[in-house]
Nanobody
């Protein structure tokens, strides 16, 4: 059984930083990419950033210049460094893993709250 466990969320003031982590465990076929999505109350889940095994990154416009995604392939971990946080970044952040099969897996989410 595959599990994704996120950590690093919390409460931060506007302009502050947080670093999210996601660790994958279980029986996994070859990983294609890992990434982050977020869902604010009453809104749909939105793409934030992804990174492939080869290191190719992709960011939502809202994340460009402020967030940085990175990964540790050997440890099956992905990180999201979030700087210059804004109140509109408040959401539950979810980790997503996609294999080459393809199959996708989601974490349980971690809450990020940015106060003004």
């Amino acid at each position: 059984q595959v599990q994704l466990v996120e950590s690093g969320g919390g409460l931060v003031q506007a302009g502050g930083s947080l670093r999210l982590s996601c660790a994958a465990s279980g029986s996994l076929s070859a990983i294609h990419s890992m990434g982050w999505y977020r869902q604010a109350p009453g809104k749909q889940r939105d793409f934030v950033a992804t990174i492939t095994t080869g290191g190719t990154t992709n960011y939502a416009d809202s994340a460009k210049g402020r967030f940085t995604i990175s990964r540790d392939n050997a440890e099956k971990k992905v990180y999201l460094q979030m700087n210059s946080l804004k109140p509109e970044d408040t959401a539950v952040y979810y980790c997503k893993l996609v294999t080459w099969t393809p199959r996708e897996y989601w974490g349980q989410g971690t809450q990020v709250t940015v106060s003004s």
